[in-house]
T-cell receptor, first 113, second 116 residues
Framework: AQSVTQPDIHITVSEGASLELRCNYS??????LFWYVQSPGQGLQLLLK??????LVQGIKGFEAEFKRSQSSFNLRKPSVHWSDAAEYFC???????????FGTGTRLTIIP | GAVVSQHPSRVICKSGTSVKIECRSL??????MFWYRQFPKQSLMLMAT?????????EQGVEKDKFLINHASLTLSTLTVTSAHPEDSSFYIC????????????FGPGTRLTVT
């Protein structure tokens, strides 16, 4: 069965600083990987996705993520965060032939001035 | 593109009554939609998979008689919480699947249900 681990429950970053949110997955074959962002009281917005090909994926709002098969990781990065990036971030994994997504427990991002 | 709406965004109902939540894919057809439940500060828990024209598939532990799902068209799925109780209060989120292998899910904005 597939699973996702987001080791950081809460991260605080200064505005303008760089950001990296960690995501580790467990799956036997090549996974489909997603990062979603959720603002308070809102649904999830897709930031980026990886299916195959280039392991460095660019997303919306200046985010990127890198798929590292050897480390079973798909970490989310942003070079300079903005106060509006404060939200909950979820990593999710899917797979060929399995329409369901498995979500991590989320990382709450706080931005300080 | 790939916009999913939910209605209502918030609903308050009395214990023992039923409430219906609608999920619509606005600019694409979705043969498969999903219903999730999210407790405060927790991740999404998949409740059921809804396929157009067929019965929904419920996850283990989810009462199908309590959470009625209907997917009557390619753009609309409904979740009805029957005989609601305070413990059913939660944030309900739907998603619609776009594409096949790989699958992409696009999420609605969620519905906050409060049962008094």
């Amino acid at each position: 069965a597939q699973s996702v681990t987001q080791p950081d429950i809460h991260i605080t970053v200064s505005e303008g600083a760089s950001l990296e949110l960690r995501c580790n997955y467990s799956y036997g074959a090549t996974p489909y990987l997603f990062w979603y962002v959720q603002s308070p009281g809102q649904g999830l917005q897709l930031l980026l996705k990886y299916f195959s090909g280039d392991t460095l994926v660019q997303g919306i709002k200046g985010f990127e993520a890198e798929f590292k098969r050897s480390q079973s990781s798909f970490n989310l990065r942003k070079p300079s965060v903005h106060w509006s990036d404060a939200a909950e971030y979820f990593c999710a994994v899917g797979a060929f032939g399995n329409e369901k997504l498995t979500f991590g427990t989320g990382t709450r991002l706080t931005i300080i001035p | 593109g790939a916009v999913v709406s939910q209605h209502p965004s918030r609903v308050i109902c009395k214990s023992g009554t039923s409430v219906k939540i609608e999920c619509r894919s606005l600019d694409f057809q979705a043969t498969t939609m999903f219903w999730y439940r999210q407790f405060p500060k927790q991740s999404l828990m998949l409740m059921a998979t809804s396929n157009e024209g067929s019965k929904a598939t419920y996850e283990q532990g989810v009462e199908k008689d309590k959470f009625l799902i209907n997917h009557a068209s390619l753009t609309l799925s409904t979740l009805t919480v029957t005989s609601a109780h305070p413990e059913d209060s939660s944030f309900y989120i739907c998603s619609a699947m776009l594409g096949y292998n790989p699958y992409e899910q696009y999420f609605g904005p969620g519905t906050r249900l409060t049962v008094t």
